[in-house]
Protein backbone atom coordinates (compact mmCIF):
# COMPACT_ATOMS: atom_id res chain seq x y z
CA UNK A 1 0.00 0.00 0.00
CA UNK A 2 0.68 3.32 -0.44
CA UNK A 3 -0.05 6.36 2.23
CA UNK A 4 0.32 10.33 2.09
CA UNK A 5 1.03 11.65 5.26
CA UNK A 6 0.47 15.27 5.50
CA UNK A 7 -0.36 17.78 8.40
CA UNK A 8 -0.96 21.11 9.30
CA UNK A 9 -2.70 22.87 6.58
CA UNK A 10 -4.05 25.54 8.46
CA UNK A 11 -6.29 26.56 6.16
CA UNK A 12 -7.48 30.14 7.08
CA UNK A 13 -4.14 31.69 8.18
CA UNK A 14 -2.31 34.68 7.44
CA UNK A 15 1.10 35.55 7.42
CA UNK A 16 2.22 39.00 9.11
CA UNK A 17 -1.85 40.26 7.26
CA UNK A 18 -1.18 38.77 3.61
CA UNK A 19 -3.64 36.74 2.78
CA UNK A 20 -2.70 33.28 1.82
CA UNK A 21 -5.98 31.79 0.22
CA UNK A 22 -3.99 31.40 -3.24
CA UNK A 23 -1.05 29.40 -1.58
CA UNK A 24 -3.81 27.30 0.13
CA UNK A 25 -5.88 26.80 -2.98
CA UNK A 26 -2.41 25.88 -5.09
CA UNK A 27 -1.86 22.86 -2.25
CA UNK A 28 -5.55 21.79 -2.46
CA UNK A 29 -4.49 21.49 -6.32
CA UNK A 30 -0.91 19.87 -5.80
CA UNK A 31 -2.28 17.35 -3.33
CA UNK A 32 -5.22 16.09 -5.47
CA UNK A 33 -3.16 15.64 -8.46
CA UNK A 34 -0.54 13.66 -5.96
CA UNK A 35 -2.82 11.09 -5.06
CA UNK A 36 -4.23 10.50 -8.48
CA UNK A 37 -0.67 10.01 -10.06
CA UNK A 38 1.18 8.25 -7.31
CA UNK A 39 -1.95 5.55 -7.03
CA UNK A 40 -2.47 6.33 -3.32
CA UNK A 41 -4.45 4.15 -1.03
CA UNK A 42 -5.07 6.70 2.15
CA UNK A 43 -4.08 10.59 2.51
CA UNK A 44 -3.41 11.37 6.07
CA UNK A 45 -3.67 14.72 7.80
CA UNK A 46 -2.15 14.68 11.44
CA UNK A 47 -4.40 17.41 12.72
CA UNK A 48 -4.27 21.41 12.41
CA UNK A 49 -6.95 21.41 9.21
CA UNK A 50 -8.04 25.05 9.69
CA UNK A 51 -6.25 27.42 11.67
CA UNK A 52 -8.34 28.26 14.42
CA UNK A 53 -11.63 26.64 15.81
CA UNK A 54 -13.87 29.03 13.49
CA UNK A 55 -12.43 28.99 10.33
CA UNK A 56 -13.94 31.66 7.29
CA UNK A 57 -16.21 29.90 5.28
CA UNK A 58 -14.14 30.35 2.17
CA UNK A 59 -11.87 27.57 3.96
CA UNK A 60 -14.80 25.83 4.83
CA UNK A 61 -15.68 25.23 1.31
CA UNK A 62 -12.00 25.09 -0.13
CA UNK A 63 -11.91 22.11 2.74
CA UNK A 64 -15.19 20.19 1.51
CA UNK A 65 -14.64 21.00 -2.39
CA UNK A 66 -10.98 19.42 -1.99
CA UNK A 67 -12.44 16.66 0.11
CA UNK A 68 -14.54 15.83 -2.59
CA UNK A 69 -12.19 15.21 -5.56
CA UNK A 70 -9.37 13.32 -3.12
CA UNK A 71 -12.64 10.90 -2.39
CA UNK A 72 -12.77 10.24 -6.12
CA UNK A 73 -8.92 8.74 -5.74
CA UNK A 74 -8.42 7.41 -2.35
CA UNK A 75 -9.31 7.22 1.11
CA UNK A 76 -8.70 10.21 3.67
CA UNK A 77 -8.20 9.87 7.53
CA UNK A 78 -7.89 12.86 9.25
CA UNK A 79 -7.63 14.31 12.97
CA UNK A 80 -8.51 17.26 14.67
CA UNK A 81 -5.21 19.09 16.05
CA UNK A 82 -4.80 21.85 19.09
CA UNK A 83 -5.71 24.67 16.72
CA UNK A 84 -9.14 22.53 15.65
CA UNK A 85 -12.59 22.69 16.80
CA UNK A 86 -13.47 19.00 17.46
CA UNK A 87 -16.47 19.67 17.44
CA UNK A 88 -16.73 21.14 14.15
CA UNK A 89 -14.24 18.70 12.65
CA UNK A 90 -16.21 16.38 13.51
CA UNK A 91 -19.19 16.61 12.88
CA UNK A 92 -18.96 14.64 9.38
CA UNK A 93 -17.49 11.81 11.15
CA UNK A 94 -20.73 10.46 11.75
CA UNK A 95 -22.02 10.96 8.03
CA UNK A 96 -19.26 9.76 5.80
CA UNK A 97 -18.08 5.92 6.80
CA UNK A 98 -16.48 4.80 3.49
CA UNK A 99 -13.84 6.43 2.58
CA UNK A 100 -13.59 9.61 4.64
CA UNK A 101 -12.38 9.25 8.41
CA UNK A 102 -12.17 12.12 10.51
CA UNK A 103 -11.09 11.18 14.68
CA UNK A 104 -11.96 13.71 16.67
CA UNK A 105 -12.88 11.74 19.85
CA UNK A 106 -10.00 10.29 21.60
CA UNK A 107 -12.58 8.17 23.30
CA UNK A 108 -12.47 6.17 19.67
CA UNK A 109 -8.80 6.72 18.72
CA UNK A 110 -8.06 3.34 19.37
CA UNK A 111 -10.25 1.48 16.84
CA UNK A 112 -8.29 1.72 13.73
CA UNK A 113 -9.44 2.42 10.22
CA UNK A 114 -9.05 -1.16 8.56
CA UNK A 115 -7.45 -1.72 4.98
CA UNK A 116 -7.35 -4.92 3.50
CA UNK A 117 -4.92 -6.16 0.79
CA UNK A 118 -3.32 -9.75 -0.32
CA UNK A 119 -0.22 -8.38 1.46
CA UNK A 120 -1.98 -8.05 5.17
CA UNK A 121 -3.46 -5.05 5.30
CA UNK A 122 -3.13 -2.19 7.24
CA UNK A 123 -4.35 -0.56 10.50
CA UNK A 124 -4.72 2.90 10.87
CA UNK A 125 -5.01 4.53 14.29
CA UNK A 126 -5.73 8.34 14.12
CA UNK A 127 -5.20 10.20 17.02
CA UNK A 128 -6.25 13.80 17.40
CA UNK A 129 -4.52 16.23 19.12
CA UNK A 130 -5.00 15.21 23.51
CA UNK A 131 -5.49 18.49 25.62
CA UNK A 132 -4.08 17.28 29.03
CA UNK A 133 -7.39 19.34 30.84
CA UNK A 134 -9.96 18.16 28.94
CA UNK A 135 -8.70 14.39 28.23
CA UNK A 136 -7.72 13.44 31.57
CA UNK A 137 -11.17 13.07 32.45
CA UNK A 138 -12.22 11.58 28.90
CA UNK A 139 -9.71 8.79 29.28
CA UNK A 140 -9.64 8.39 33.31
CA UNK A 141 -10.37 4.90 34.13
CA UNK A 142 -10.06 3.57 38.05
CA UNK A 143 -7.08 5.98 38.62
CA UNK A 144 -7.01 9.82 37.76
CA UNK A 145 -4.54 10.84 35.26
CA UNK A 146 -2.38 13.96 35.57
CA UNK A 147 -2.72 17.16 33.85
CA UNK A 148 0.21 16.79 31.36
CA UNK A 149 1.12 15.25 27.54
CA UNK A 150 2.56 12.79 29.37
CA UNK A 151 -0.18 11.20 31.14
CA UNK A 152 -2.87 11.58 28.35
CA UNK A 153 -0.30 10.25 25.53
CA UNK A 154 0.76 7.30 27.45
CA UNK A 155 -2.89 5.99 28.38
CA UNK A 156 -3.95 6.51 24.79
CA UNK A 157 -1.37 4.96 23.40
CA UNK A 158 -1.91 1.99 26.19
CA UNK A 159 -5.40 1.64 24.51
CA UNK A 160 -3.51 1.74 20.90
CA UNK A 161 -1.24 -0.85 22.08
CA UNK A 162 -3.83 -3.15 23.35
CA UNK A 163 -5.74 -3.06 20.44
CA UNK A 164 -2.92 -4.17 18.11
CA UNK A 165 -2.02 -7.34 20.46
CA UNK A 166 -6.26 -8.04 20.53
CA UNK A 167 -5.66 -8.18 16.45
CA UNK A 168 -2.41 -9.88 16.08
CA UNK A 169 -1.57 -10.70 12.75
CA UNK A 170 1.05 -8.75 11.08
CA UNK A 171 -1.04 -5.75 9.28
CA UNK A 172 1.30 -2.75 8.72
CA UNK A 173 0.35 -0.33 11.76
CA UNK A 174 0.49 3.46 11.64
CA UNK A 175 -0.17 5.88 14.30
CA UNK A 176 -1.02 9.22 13.79
CA UNK A 177 -0.31 11.76 16.50
CA UNK A 178 -0.37 15.67 16.66
CA UNK A 179 1.42 16.17 19.64
CA UNK A 180 5.18 17.61 20.27
CA UNK A 181 8.14 14.57 20.57
CA UNK A 182 10.96 15.40 21.95
CA UNK A 183 13.81 16.53 19.93
CA UNK A 184 11.75 18.05 17.15
CA UNK A 185 12.97 21.50 16.33
CA UNK A 186 10.13 23.79 16.09
CA UNK A 187 9.74 27.07 14.49
CA UNK A 188 7.81 30.58 15.35
CA UNK A 189 4.71 29.57 13.93
CA UNK A 190 3.49 26.25 16.12
CA UNK A 191 0.94 27.39 18.59
CA UNK A 192 2.18 27.05 22.37
CA UNK A 193 0.70 23.95 24.02
CA UNK A 194 2.24 23.64 27.20
CA UNK A 195 0.87 22.35 30.34
CA UNK A 196 2.60 23.71 33.43
CA UNK A 197 5.95 24.23 31.85
CA UNK A 198 6.20 21.55 29.74
CA UNK A 199 4.87 20.55 26.30
CA UNK A 200 6.75 17.45 24.50
CA UNK A 201 6.74 13.77 24.92
CA UNK A 202 9.20 10.95 24.57
CA UNK A 203 9.80 9.34 21.31
CA UNK A 204 9.06 5.91 23.47
CA UNK A 205 5.76 6.27 23.97
CA UNK A 206 5.43 4.83 19.74
CA UNK A 207 6.93 1.74 20.28
CA UNK A 208 3.83 -0.31 21.65
CA UNK A 209 5.73 -3.54 22.06
CA UNK A 210 7.49 -2.91 18.49
CA UNK A 211 4.16 -3.49 16.94
CA UNK A 212 4.37 0.23 15.31
CA UNK A 213 5.79 0.34 11.73
CA UNK A 214 5.25 4.28 10.69
CA UNK A 215 4.27 7.51 13.09
CA UNK A 216 2.99 9.91 11.26
CA UNK A 217 3.31 13.20 13.36
CA UNK A 218 1.51 16.69 13.22
CA UNK A 219 2.17 19.80 15.11
CA UNK A 220 5.67 21.04 14.18
CA UNK A 221 6.11 22.83 11.10
CA UNK A 222 9.76 21.93 10.03
CA UNK A 223 10.09 18.39 7.90
CA UNK A 224 11.64 16.32 10.22
CA UNK A 225 12.40 12.40 11.33
CA UNK A 226 12.58 12.00 15.64
CA UNK A 227 13.14 9.47 17.39
CA UNK A 228 15.92 6.98 18.85
CA UNK A 229 17.22 3.82 18.23
CA UNK A 230 14.50 1.48 19.09
CA UNK A 231 12.18 3.83 17.58
CA UNK A 232 9.98 2.39 14.67
CA UNK A 233 9.86 5.37 11.42
CA UNK A 234 8.70 8.14 12.68
CA UNK A 235 8.34 11.57 10.66
CA UNK A 236 6.81 15.61 11.35
CA UNK A 237 5.32 16.16 7.32
CA UNK A 238 5.47 19.58 8.81
CA UNK A 239 3.23 22.34 7.04
CA UNK A 240 2.60 22.25 3.38
CA UNK A 241 2.79 26.33 3.78
CA UNK A 242 5.69 28.29 5.55
CA UNK A 243 3.99 30.81 8.04
CA UNK A 244 6.61 32.13 9.78
CA UNK A 245 10.21 33.59 8.30
CA UNK A 246 11.39 30.79 10.49
CA UNK A 247 10.90 28.46 8.17
CA UNK A 248 12.08 30.44 4.70
CA UNK A 249 14.85 27.51 4.64
CA UNK A 250 12.73 25.10 4.77
CA UNK A 251 11.72 22.72 1.94
CA UNK A 252 8.03 22.07 2.14
CA UNK A 253 6.96 18.29 1.61
CA UNK A 254 4.65 15.92 2.15
CA UNK A 255 5.84 11.89 2.81
CA UNK A 256 5.19 9.32 0.55
CA UNK A 257 4.82 5.75 2.77
CA UNK A 258 5.68 2.31 0.82
CA UNK A 259 4.41 -0.39 3.26
CA UNK A 260 6.03 -2.56 0.97
CA UNK A 261 9.67 -1.34 1.00
CA UNK A 262 8.77 0.60 4.89
CA UNK A 263 10.48 3.89 2.78
CA UNK A 264 9.80 6.71 2.73
CA UNK A 265 10.13 9.10 0.31
CA UNK A 266 9.61 13.56 0.42
CA UNK A 267 7.61 14.87 -2.46
CA UNK A 268 8.42 18.91 -2.17
CA UNK A 269 5.37 21.19 -2.26
CA UNK A 270 4.67 23.97 -4.13
CA UNK A 271 6.15 27.19 -3.68
CA UNK A 272 3.48 30.00 -3.68
CA UNK A 273 5.60 32.86 -3.01
CA UNK A 274 9.12 32.32 -1.01
CA UNK A 275 10.57 33.91 2.17
CA UNK A 276 13.75 35.85 2.72
CA UNK A 277 15.04 37.98 5.24
CA UNK A 278 17.45 41.00 4.03
CA UNK A 279 19.16 42.68 6.01
CA UNK A 280 21.65 46.15 4.46
CA UNK A 281 21.82 49.71 4.92
CA UNK A 282 19.12 51.27 3.22
CA UNK A 283 20.94 52.29 0.03
CA UNK A 284 22.04 49.03 -0.42
CA UNK A 285 18.70 47.08 0.20
CA UNK A 286 17.52 49.69 -2.55
CA UNK A 287 20.34 49.01 -5.09
CA UNK A 288 20.31 46.11 -8.17
CA UNK A 289 21.66 44.17 -5.45
CA UNK A 290 18.36 42.83 -4.31
CA UNK A 291 16.35 42.84 -7.10
CA UNK A 292 15.80 39.80 -7.24
CA UNK A 293 13.48 39.53 -4.06
CA UNK A 294 10.87 41.90 -5.95
CA UNK A 295 8.11 39.24 -5.73
CA UNK A 296 9.43 37.37 -2.30
CA UNK A 297 7.80 37.85 0.80
CA UNK A 298 10.50 39.38 2.72
CA UNK A 299 11.32 40.81 6.06
CA UNK A 300 13.44 43.61 6.05
CA UNK A 301 16.24 44.74 8.92
CA UNK A 302 17.11 48.05 7.83
CA UNK A 303 20.81 48.63 9.61
CA UNK A 304 21.42 52.66 9.42
CA UNK A 305 22.76 53.97 12.57
CA UNK A 306 20.08 56.56 12.37
CA UNK A 307 16.40 55.90 11.09
CA UNK A 308 16.18 57.08 7.75
CA UNK A 309 13.36 59.18 6.89
CA UNK A 310 9.98 57.60 4.61
CA UNK A 311 11.74 54.32 5.73
CA UNK A 312 8.36 52.36 4.83
CA UNK A 313 7.30 53.95 1.85
CA UNK A 314 10.48 53.86 -0.06
CA UNK A 315 10.95 49.92 0.69
CA UNK A 316 7.54 48.95 -0.07
CA UNK A 317 7.61 51.30 -3.21
CA UNK A 318 11.00 48.55 -3.87
CA UNK A 319 9.53 45.45 -2.42
CA UNK A 320 5.70 45.07 -2.65
CA UNK A 321 5.14 42.11 -0.73
CA UNK A 322 6.90 43.40 2.65
CA UNK A 323 5.33 42.07 5.57
CA UNK A 324 8.20 43.31 8.78
CA UNK A 325 10.18 45.96 8.55
CA UNK A 326 13.16 46.25 11.80
CA UNK A 327 15.57 49.18 12.39
CA UNK A 328 18.28 47.61 13.81
CA UNK A 329 20.90 49.20 15.67
CA UNK A 330 22.52 48.89 18.58
CA UNK A 331 19.61 51.13 20.13
CA UNK A 332 16.82 48.42 19.56
CA UNK A 333 18.73 45.40 19.56
CA UNK A 334 17.73 45.08 23.54
CA UNK A 335 14.15 45.28 21.90
CA UNK A 336 14.63 43.05 19.92
CA UNK A 337 16.19 40.00 22.50
CA UNK A 338 13.40 41.04 24.71
CA UNK A 339 10.36 40.66 21.83
CA UNK A 340 12.14 36.81 20.98
CA UNK A 341 12.31 36.22 25.02
CA UNK A 342 8.78 37.15 25.37
CA UNK A 343 7.60 35.03 22.67
CA UNK A 344 9.77 31.39 23.43
CA UNK A 345 9.18 31.95 27.43
CA UNK A 346 6.11 34.43 28.28
CA UNK A 347 5.61 33.06 31.31
CA UNK A 348 8.98 33.81 32.66
CA UNK A 349 8.61 37.33 31.49
CA UNK A 350 5.78 37.60 33.22
CA UNK A 351 7.05 35.97 36.64
CA UNK A 352 9.98 38.95 35.81
CA UNK A 353 7.38 41.48 35.70
CA UNK A 354 5.25 40.54 38.95
CA UNK A 355 8.76 40.32 40.91
CA UNK A 356 9.75 43.70 39.78
CA UNK A 357 6.31 45.72 40.06
CA UNK A 358 5.88 43.80 43.62
CA UNK A 359 9.16 44.33 45.13
CA UNK A 360 9.24 40.25 45.75
CA UNK A 361 9.68 36.61 43.93
CA UNK A 362 5.79 35.65 43.67
CA UNK A 363 4.63 32.70 46.13
CA UNK A 364 4.42 29.24 44.62
CA UNK A 365 -0.18 29.76 44.88
CA UNK A 366 0.60 32.67 43.11
CA UNK A 367 2.78 31.66 40.24
CA UNK A 368 0.90 28.44 39.87
CA UNK A 369 -2.43 30.64 39.66
CA UNK A 370 -0.39 33.06 36.91
CA UNK A 371 0.38 29.59 35.18
CA UNK A 372 -3.24 28.30 35.16
CA UNK A 373 -4.46 32.10 34.23
CA UNK A 374 -2.19 31.81 31.42
CA UNK A 375 -3.34 28.63 30.08
CA UNK A 376 -6.84 29.65 29.85
CA UNK A 377 -6.08 32.35 28.11
CA UNK A 378 -3.51 30.93 25.28
CA UNK A 379 -6.61 27.94 25.23
Given at each position: MRFLHTADWHLGREMHGADLTPAFEQWADHVVDLVAAESVDALFISGDVFDRSVPPVTMVELLSDTLGRLLEHTRVIMTSGNHDSPQRLGFLSGLVRDRLHICTDSRRAHVPVVMDDDTGGALIYPIPYLDPPTEREKLAGDEVLERSHMAVNTEMLARVEADMKRRGGNPYRVVLSHSFVIGAQPTESERDISVGGADSIPS???????????????????????????????????????????????????????????GVELIPAPVYRPLATLEDTLENLLSVKYAAFGDYFVRIRVTDPDRPADLYAKLKARFAHMLVLEHVSEATAVTLRELAEIRSNPLAVMREFFAHAGGRELTEMEDQLVADTWEKVRA
Open positions: HLFRLGGLTDYVALGHIHGPQRVGTEGDPLMRYSGSPIAFSFSEEKHVKSSVLLDTQSG
